[in-house]
């Protein structure tokens, strides 16, 4: 086996091949040569300028004692069969971000912390067959890896715009719609209680009429973040239409959603809203409807919670009934 090369002052011999170390140091790759004990051999300008550490500083010791945020046993493991097999190993970035934590010295525009790395592993075969040495090769695919990420965090920007309404931050009527649509199928499955509950700002118009569209807006803002507040996650609440809102209450009977209906209610007859200068308050009706195996589909079911609502409003409004 050949002596431990410092490709800085000396060409590198790798298995038979003898490659000048101009060669090594131009090439903008990572290439280190390590033995069966992990202790560097050949260390290039690549790695040294973005490892921080000289190749006469590292030549002969273990790459473990340098690099610590690699984990011995599993470095070592994972390059068994370079050993044991001939055969070469890869470590991609979607696995494992990078083997050696350098920093990303890309221009000040860069979002990464580090630099991604894809890294390949082969062995180094001496005349007698032998595999006594191993080649590491260490790509930089910064450039891709965030290319990848960016798409993949647009594509669930946008699968969260599809889905949430862009005023509330309540699921849109559409994919309310088809979660609730799920959520009627499980009720006719399983012999739980669900209620349905449709809701509205009582004399919206009025609102809108005399202090504009804006304040509006932010009344039914302001009611969707009181909804929030009042639901569970496991519940599904959305903005259906304009002023009007629509929640399942999970696994709740109705007895249990007239507490939510009457909070609800409660507490955006209390609430103020202020735009320019003025003091908006408002209420809310609600309509409540526990899920029966009798409803023809989840559109009835819906439907009996918009005729509560209807009660409750020529009613008086500012309350809550119950489908009969």
């Not at 040569?33 to 051999?41: G, S």
């Not at 069969?81 to 083997?99: A, D």
């Not at 260490?138 to 309404?165: C, F, I, P, W």
């Not at 003025?278 to 409803?295: N, R």
């Amino acid at each position: 086996m050949n002596a431990p090369t410092d490709i800085s002052s000396a060409d590198a011999h790798i298995g038979s091949s003898y490659i000048p170390s101009e060669l090594l140091d131009s090439i903008e790759v990572g290439i280190a040569v390590l033995d069966r004990n992990f202790n560097v051999q050949v260390w290039n300008k690549f790695l040294e300028n973005h490892g921080a550490k000289k190749a006469e500083a590292i030549i002969g010791d273990s790459l473990f004692t340098h690099f610590p945020e690699i984990e011995e046993r599993w470095l070592k493991t994972k390059v068994d069969p370079v050993f044991n097999l001939k055969s070469p190993v890869f470590i991609i970035w979607e696995q494992r971000p990078y083997l050696f934590k350098f920093d990303c010295n890309r221009p000040v525009t860069c979002a990464a912390e580090f630099m991604y790395q894809n890294v390949t592993v082969f062995p180094i075969v001496d005349k007698n067959g032998h595999v006594e040495r191993f080649c590491m090769l260490v790509y930089d695919v910064t450039e891709q890896a965030l290319g990848k990420l960016g798409m993949e965090h647009l594509n669930e920007e946008l699968k969260t715009a599809s889905r949430v309404d862009g005023l509330t931050g309540l699921y849109n009527r559409r994919y309310w719609q088809e979660r609730f649509d799920e959520m009627h199928k499980l009720c006719v499955r399983r012999d739980k209680p669900s209620t349905a509950l449709m809701l509205d700002i009582d004399h919206f118009k009025r609102i809108n009429d005399t202090y504009g569209h804006q304040a509006g807006d932010k009344v039914i803002k302001m009611l969707a973040a009181l909804i929030k507040r009042c639901v569970r996650e496991t519940d599904l609440a959305g903005r259906y239409g304009g002023e009007e809102f629509a929640i399942v209450l999970n696994d709740s009977s109705v007895e249990d959603a007239q507490a939510v209906a009457e909070r609800i209610r409660q507490l955006a007859q209390r609430l103020v809203v202020e735009h320019d200068g003025e003091s908006i308050t408002f209420t809310v009706s609600l309509g409540l409807a526990q899920f029966s195996p009798d409803f023809k589909g989840a559109m009835a079911w819906l439907e009996c919670a918009d005729q509560a609502l209807y009660k409750a409003k020529e009613g008086g409004r500012n309350q809550y009934c119950i489908y009969a």
